[in-house]
């Protein structure tokens, strides 16, 4: 064996052997997040892979409204400064724990707080603790355990009197992890191309930071502070649960536009438009609101892939171009104008689409019947005006059964000659057809006829039962017993 396949064998060995320890530190450290309970230093590796989280499922139980949060934090504190009422359980651990948390003893007084959880699971002192063991992971700065030890408060307190420091602390640990975004506004985004849609994508301003994009299933093994799979996914995991859990929260319609501004950004379009619709529709008091109907329009036209796909989304962005005109009079009206005229183009573009195609498989006159839709619905289009002219080619054959014939022929029609008025004889008691002076000519009496004449059989008359004379008159509703008739 020469010594070049010696060093080549020891190559693949070696990236092999490398390759199978890399499958096993991988699975090892899935098994311990998948099975791992929440309080173990293993439930924020989490894996792309693993199952799904419980905020994916949320419920109305327990949930309670703003008011009703505030009082039962205002009886709380009360209770706690009172000297007359015993106190509660556990209350002398929690003071020594918190006291290290004052001192910054964060590692120290986390373990504390998780034993009163763990000791206290059907007492009020767990609400506080479990809100306390979130603090001090986030201050020594283990924000992935700290965002699942938020999320665990907020499914076993859904309505708890720190959710507006929870829901905070999420949208910070969100903002970190995205590496602090900016949110987009509607005035800084290019108009869409609807000639060729997909041909090139509007640039999005940029706000000057360089952000580093790293892949979903690259490990992340030396930096504690962000997950160790899949950043970009926990930080918006942050971001719905603040607007599931606080929905009439400060923070909610941030949250929603901050994830709607990431997937325009990573051109996830169609995520994008779903959040921007939510946005819309649930907070129209939004300082947000215009930025969401400016940006709503932008992502539905970004989602158009041509006059042979489906045009609902043309429609759609239509629509809410139309709304935006209406609802803020004071915003770009010019570019709207435009971007609707686009719109309708485009539709245009997509009916004179049909038209081609019909008359590709030799169909003229399922062509003239869309021919005839476009100048219909869009009689000022360029497309209009070839539509015209394809109809005037197609010829009365093939355009006689059209409700209306839009065409416009290429040479002026030469004026017909008036036809003969008539070619008959006259006739006795109609006026002369065809000469100048059409007088009437008098109609002389009628002379009387026979009964019967010959040669001609008499007309089948109506007769009166037990008469036999024909009937002279209707009988009328007074009649006793009226007469019955027959042929």
Not at 55 to 68: H, L
Not at 126 to 149: I, L, P, T
Not at 268 to 284: G, V
Request: glycine share 4%; hydrophobic share 35%; with cysteine.
């Amino acid at each position: 064996m020469s010594t070049y396949d010696l060093q080549n064998k020891s190559s693949c060995v070696s990236r092999t052997m490398l390759h199978c320890m890399t499958l096993v530190l991988c699975g090892l450290i899935s098994g311990c997040a998948m099975f791992g309970e929440k309080s173990s230093n293993f439930a924020a590796l989490k894996p792309p892979w693993s199952k799904k989280s419980e905020v994916d499922n949320p419920t109305i139980k327990g949930v309670q409204g703003p008011m009703q949060r505030v009082m039962q934090a205002s009886l709380w504190k009360k209770k706690q400064s009172s000297t007359f009422i015993e106190p509660a359980l556990g209350a002398a651990e929690y003071k020594l724990a918190n006291e290290k948390f004052q001192a910054k003893q964060y590692k120290e007084a986390e373990k504390e707080f998780k034993a009163i959880v763990k000791k206290y699971k059907n007492d009020p002192i767990k609400e506080d603790a479990q809100f306390m063991v979130a603090e001090c992971e986030y201050e020594q700065k283990k924000y992935s355990w700290a965002q699942d030890s938020y999320d665990q408060l907020l499914l076993d307190f859904p309505s708890t009197r720190h959710l507006d420091d929870t829901t905070k602390r999420l949208f910070t640990i969100a903002r970190y992890w995205l590496q602090e975004p900016s949110i987009v506004t509607g005035n800084d985004i290019q108009q869409v191309n609807l000639e060729k849609p997909g041909s090139e994508t509007p640039e999005i301003p940029s706000d000057g930071k360089q952000r580093k994009s790293r892949w979903a299933l690259a490990p992340n093994f030396f930096d504690r502070s962000r997950p160790v799979f899949d950043t970009e996914n926990r930080a918006l995991e942050a971001l719905k649960s603040i607007w599931l859990h606080d929905p009439t929260g400060p923070l909610a319609d941030d949250s929603l536009m901050l994830t709607a501004s990431h997937y325009l950004k990573k051109g996830r379009y169609m995520d994008a438009d779903r959040t921007f619709s939510l946005l819309r529709e649930e907070y129209p008091k939004s300082p947000h609101l215009k930025d969401a109907f400016m940006l709503g329009t932008h992502v539905k036209l970004m989602s158009y892939q041509g006059p042979q796909y489906d045009d609902t989304v043309l429609t759609d962005a239509g629509q809410l171009k139309e709304t935006t005109l209406r609802l803020f009079p004071e915003s770009e009206q010019a570019r709207l104008k435009d971007e609707l005229k686009k719109i309708e183009q485009a539709k245009a573009k997509r009916e004179w689409e049909n038209v081609q195609y019909w008359m590709r498989r030799s169909k003229p006159k399922s062509a003239a019947i869309y021919c005839n839709l476009l100048i219909e619905h869009y009689p000022t289009s360029t497309f209009a005006n070839q539509a015209r002219e394809l109809l005037a080619e197609l010829g009365a054959e093939n355009t006689s059964h059209l409700w209306a014939n839009y065409a416009t022929p290429k040479k002026p029609t030469e004026e017909q000659p008036e036809p003969k008025k008539s070619f008959l004889p006259d006739l006795p008691g109609l006026p002369s057809f065809g000469k100048a002076d059409s007088t009437p000519t008098p109609v002389p009496a009628p002379a009387k006829t026979p009964a019967a004449s010959p040669g001609l059989e008499p007309p089948a008359r109506l007769k009166m039962d037990d008469l036999g004379e024909p009937i002279r008159k209707i009988p009328l509703e007074e009649d006793a017993e009226p007469a019955r008739i027959k042929l």
